[in-house]
């Protein structure tokens, strides 16, 4: 017999296996002894809003039967070596779907990628963080697997208009992840193992017979009446095939100046733009489970979101977190030497001693009137100008500017910085000097309201990082609603978050799922 049942549970219950299987057990009054019961858990999510911390539970029983796999992890995947092929740009989570849906739909997927493999990507990111020397071509962005791969590794979207959310957790789990994700309500699958699943994907691209070139980039279109036709690449090779998908990430700066020199439309976009907020794991979990100590060993690191409409010089604009990290690191970004970008990392065990979240502030395209002159390039200018001088301000290296928290709020220079998890070393600096006021002014004013939401947030325990400057694209690449071709150039198929559609792993993947569906339906030869 088999029935679903809803509990709420303590943490040592949810998370102690033995203990849970007891639970279940006693909640049903049938002993352990006198059948053979097993529970397994298919929904999971921790209430913290009240002083005990709950967490809720979507539990199936299996009472004298066989429990049977939470799903099939097998990956049959049919050969297209000889089948038509379409082009894909970008080897993060959208080409990496994109490739495998392409297959399953009976296509063959060549898949471009300017940095290196999800291994040798390590070696430019020790130099990036121990000799400040960033690789235009494999960084934290550019490389397989794109910027979650070694930037943190979350599952969780609200989107679910582009595809089915589970469909994709569950290519995951069929290439390495652990069911898990299949059951926590915030996923996570962790820097530490997400390259040898993202190695699982390519290897189940190659078997099947699609192609995966690598240190390879895209330096131009080819087009013939006002169809996209195929790429060339940097060392002059032609490639062509059905069509093209554009999955390039939201810092490939060199294929919006390329889209725009090709006179393809593309549009300016606002994004946001602030800073690294660095607190103690201890503290965070303090304020958000209410301990007097420590969390214990059953509760994972906490998490936060925060939001707050700031008004200044008579605009209102969000200020909120982004991509909060809990027991994470703060990573260097940048993807050209002359620039400071930072972002954040957690491990799948997220047991660094530090919390870290994007605060950023809302930056819409009438708040950038002296980069209009740069047209659908505006956004990205700015945000570029901004990284520079965020470079300049460290040192002209990778050393991050940084300032205590509550220092910044009251526009005093810190005489002492923390303890960071930010390997390349940070450096105090008035943050009001390298932000533009219409950010900086606004920061300050969330962070005051963040420390009422969340008392003790609010500290000079805590310090800003700068900058965070790529939380999405400052470009959007137009396409038709329903289609996702775009408009005007026929057979290119702007995708993810390079385009300005999607943010984040899965919302991603699910995209680039939905651009391979369209492409092969309206171009393969019935």
Known sequence: MKKEIQLQLTPQQAYDEVVFQQTVSKKLGVSLQDSKIQARQIKR???????????????????????????????????????EQIIIVGAGPAGMFAALRAIELGVKPILIERGSDVRARRRDLAAINKDHIVNPESNYCFGEGGAGTYSDGKLYTRSKKRGDIRRIMEIFVAHGATEEILVDAHPHIGTNKLPKIVTELRESIIQAGGEVLFNTKVVDFILEDNEMKGVVTHDGEKILGLGVILATGHSARDIYHLLHQKKILIEAKPFALGVRIEHSQNLIDKIQYHCEVDRGPYLPASSYSLVHQSKFKGQQRGVFSFCMCPGGFIVPSATAPGELVVNGMSPSRRDSKFANSGIVVSV???????????????????????????????????????????????????????????????????????????ISNRLADGFRAFGNKMKGYFTNESQLIGVESRTSSPVRIPRDKESFEHPIVKRLYPCAEGAGYAGGIVSAAMDGERCAERLIGEYLKK
Request: aromatic letters at 8%; charged letters at 20%; hydrophobic letters at 40%.
């Open 45 to 83: 999510s921790i209430d913290a809003r009240g002083r005990q911390v709950k967490v809720n539970v979507t539990a199936e029983v299996f009472i004298d039967e066989q429990v049977p796999p939470m799903l099939d992890a097998s990956k049959p995947y049919q050969n297209v070596s000889n089948a």
């Open 364 to 438: 819409e395209l009438e708040d950038l009137p002296q980069y209009a002159k740069h047209g659908p390039l505006a956004a990205m200018m700015f945000q570029a100008e901004v990284e520079k001088k965020a470079w300049i301000s460290g040192g002209s290296t990778q050393t991050a500017p940084a300032q205590r928290m509550v220092d910044f709020v009251n526009r005093k220079q810190s005489q002492s910085l923390l303890d960071t998890s930010y390997q390349p070393g940070l450096k105090s600096v008035n943050m009001h000097e390298v932000l533009p006021d219409f």
